[in-house]
């Protein structure tokens, strides 16, 4: 299963994520100089380990590489919601208890979420949210394929 990403490799992956395309370390190292100071050897081996973990793919671009995500931000979470769940002694109760920590706005989500998975046969006449919307449109790359970490290393990185 994988592991949750540290706080650098977390601020790497969410410009890649939402950039959805892809990206150079100078590219990256610019945005997050922004926020905090940052050499590019830094910014350079944490996407090198990113590559290393099965996160983003690379491809040469002269003398660098451009770095592109292998899975979305969604699929991601999802995977970290289910290792989390699976590691319960309790499942529904741990599923109880989650619920009871969401938001409205998150419980709509849920729900918009159980009724895109039991298909239309199931499904009321209703309009859907913006975040059933957004789930019925995968963003490019996103698909049924399992986290690339869970994939490609058993020991979770």
Same mark, same amino acid.
């Given at each position: 299963m994988p592991r949750p990403l540290g706080e650098l490799e977390d601020a790497v992956m969410s410009r890649v994520w939402k950039w959805?395309? +892809?990206v150079t370390v100078r590219e990256v190292l610019e945005d997050l100089q922004k926020e905090r100071s940052i050499a590019y050897t830094t @910014?350079? &081996? @944490?996407l090198d380990n990113l590559h290393q973990k099965g996160w @983003?793919?690379? =491809? /040469? =671009? *002269?003398?660098?590489?451009r770095y592109e995500a292998v899975s979305t931000r969604a699929a991601y979470a999802a995977a970290l919601m289910n290792d989390?769940?699976?590691q319960s002694d309790n499942p529904a109760a /741990?599923? @109880? /208890?989650?619920f009871g920590m969401m938001s409205e706005e998150q419980r709509r989500s849920l729900?918009?979420?159980?009724?895109i998975v039991? *298909?239309?046969? &199931?499904? =009321? +006449?209703? =309009? +859907?949210s913006e975040s059933a919307e957004r789930a019925e449109r995968p963003e490019r790359g996103e698909g049924p394929e399992e986290n690339p970490a869970s994939a490609q290393d058993p020991g979770g990185r």
């Open positions: 959805n395309r +892809p @910014v350079m &081996t @944490v @983003v793919r690379r =491809e /040469a =671009e *002269g003398r660098a590489y989390a769940w699976s /741990a599923l @109880v /208890a989650f729900s918009d979420a159980v009724r039991q *298909g239309p046969e &199931t499904q =009321e +006449p209703t =309009e +859907p």
